[in-house]
């Protein structure tokens, strides 16, 4: 397609450069999990992790935001996005 309508958002286009950062975020995200499965302190590790990576990727994008500015923004994302990762891990465990 030549563009797409987001759930909440708007219309995007470049779709192919879209999908591919989207495939490269999953898998920059599930390497961040297993890295850090099997810690005791899993859950605040990817936490952390996931912020360094939401910030660097905000950085390539442009943003303007400094690291702490893009936590804040992101915090109930990277919340959500951890606990899927933890599900995640533990269903790969079984």
Known sequence: PQAM???H????????RLGEDLHE??????QIARD?????DRHAAIV?????????????????????????LLANDIELNEQGLEVWLDRRAK
């Open 5 to 7: 309508y987001l759930t």
């Open 48 to 72: 952390h992790a996931l912020g360094e990576l939401y910030t660097s990727r905000a950085r390539k994008h442009g943003a303007p935001l400094d690291a702490a500015q893009v936590r804040k």
């Open 25 to 30: 975020q999953i898998d920059l995200m599930t």
């Open 9 to 16: 958002y708007d219309r995007v286009e470049d779709v192919e």
């Open 36 to 40: 850090r499965h099997g810690r005791p």
